[in-house]
């Protein structure tokens, strides 16, 4: 018997998630706060909706990052990348898409999934999810809900949990110019881990700074949105071009102070610095640093290529601000994106620290495998580090530095530095044949579930038509010894429009426990249970159901009524006193029981207490 998972969000990243789980044989229930609880930014009810821009970046699989992990996403079966590549729009060498028809696609794919439980409901808090008593994963996306956040915070610590992204320009170490730079700390100091040689310094003579700071001055910038505005940051992390326009030397006193440097080129103090910091373990990405800035996207290349030593600078992140809520994965998780602290609770997608659609997409596939195989007992099985899945993964859960972790975008710098002589296009053409090979192994990891498992879970209402043939059949198979034909007809007249609306509103009704028995497939059975009036009122399996589904679905039903009620009674049809007794129900009394049509049948008045004697 398969318990579900719990996915929070149903975003990018939780619609991913999801569907990794149930294309694995294991059921979900995925809580969605919309409609009910809006964001600043969503418009629709939709999953996976797209906030801004309709682009999933480059599609190109053999010399850009995030192609790449298009490419592995695509062969590790994604729901996202298979509703994008059914909403394309022409967009050059981009993968854009029809916003409306992808998320569309994506909330169907789930929605009629019957392995899938929607949940339109806020989750509070992270204790919330220890009453499910089962793997959960956070995917509640950059504008996680505030109770939510607040409880993250608070069990996580205060420093780590952000809300706001303050990104510095990130660039390839390779692309720095050193016969214009040079490594060195301010005074040379060692500090823990360092080597009194820790940055690379970019200098420049008065004539460039002021060059520079006019530059930052006119290029255009990006507008903060109305409801970023109130977000309470601009003072402790201030734009470099908003501190330029408070002075032409606030900046010489700020991050560009050339204090404690010498430049070993000319031998001379600098008139101002630009400092960039060793931003991964493997040492092939710089940030520039305190260069947080809301400068158009093209400006920032142009601007910063100013700097002297930057002129060929390959940028893999350009920087911003933005609204965001993201924890400190290297701190905080596992390499398998558990919650340390708490290891039933993964997270995944921008709440992570990646950046982006595809980015946080690709996380929720990973949390999805890692949950599904945890549950599965499949040993836990790590994508390569030479993969675009496995960069993004190791990043986040320990080669980006804590101290210092902002959200980043796939790269290649992310990836272990592949030598091959070349330069350029060709060693990224190495990197991704490199990836293309080694990401073969994961993508069987962890093996479906049989078709043939039988997985018990909570009844949603794409079950109404299952539960009902399954019923009849159950009702005609196993009771026609003890009933007239013209009985079972009145019990089970199959799937009437009254019956059906009275089993939905059943369905929705937080009195009424049902669950399903799924085989193969299909609907093999069910039960259903009303505590508050302490009542089991059906057991119900077919015949293709496998052996024991009935005594499974009663324990898992009864395990649910129980913390409820201390007592269930039921009224037993004759065939089933055998079944009832051997499962611990003790006989009252016979009775008779009144089907809906008013046909009276004999029947057996059944009970189970569970009132611990001491
Ligand atoms: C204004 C804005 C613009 C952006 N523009 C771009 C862009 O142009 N391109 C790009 O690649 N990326 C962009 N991003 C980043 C983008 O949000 C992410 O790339 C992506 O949507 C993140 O996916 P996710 O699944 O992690 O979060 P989301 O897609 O935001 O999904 C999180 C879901 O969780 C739900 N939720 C939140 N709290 C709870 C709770 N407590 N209980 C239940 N449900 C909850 C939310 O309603 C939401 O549906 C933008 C982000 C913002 C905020």
Known sequence: MQKPIHVVGGGLAGSEAAWQIVSLGIPVVLHEMRPARKTDAHQTDDCAELVCSNSFRSDDHEYNAVGLLHDEMRRAGSIIMRAADGHQVPA????????????????????????????????????????WNAPVIIATGPLTSEPLADSIRKLTGEESLSFFDAIAPIVHRDSIDMSKAWMQSRYDKVGPGGTGSDYVNCAMDKEQYEAFIDALLTAPKTDFKEWEKNTPYFEGCLPIEVMAERGIDTLRYGPMKPVGLTNPHTQKRPYAVVQLRQDNALGTLYNLVGFQTKLKYAEQSRVFRMI??????????????????????????DHQLRLKQKPHVRFAGQVTGVEGYVESAAIGLLAGRFAAAEIMDTPFLQPARTTALGALLAHITGDAEAETFQPMNVNFGLFPPITTGRGGRDRKLAYTAR??????????????????????????????????????????????GHYPQHVLTSWSPGATVERK???????????????????????????????????????????????HSGSLLLKEIEERAFMRTNKLVCHSSLNAENFYTKNGYNKVTSAHHVLSDGTEIECVQMQKDFRVTP
């Open 435 to 480: 990836a293309k090979e080694d990401i073969k192994p994961w993508l069987e990891f962890p093996k479906p579930l049989a078709n043939d498992r039988l997985i018990i879970r909570n009844a949603n209402l794409e079950d109404v038509d299952g539960i009902l043939a399954a019923h009849q059949k159950a009702v005609f198979e196993k009771a026609s």
């Open 92 to 131: 050059g060498g981009a993968l854009a898409v029809d916003r409306h028809g992808f998320s569309a696609a994506v909330t169907k794919a789930l929605t009629e999934h019957p392995l899938v439980i929607f949940e339109r409901d806020e989750v509070p808090s992270i204790e919330a999810t220890e009453n």
């Open 308 to 333: 002297p030593g930057l002129e060929n600078a390959e940028f893999a992140r350009l920087g911003g601000l933005h609204r965001n809520t993201f924890i400190n994965s290297p701190r905080l998780l």
């Open 501 to 547: 609306a009275k089993l939905a509103n059943e369905i929705q009704d937080p009195e009424h426990i049902i669950i399903v028995a799924y085989h193969d497939g299909q609907i093999v059975g069910f039960a259903q249970a009303i505590p508050a009036i302490q009542e089991l009122r059906a057991v119900y399996t077919e015949s293709s159901a496998p052996q």
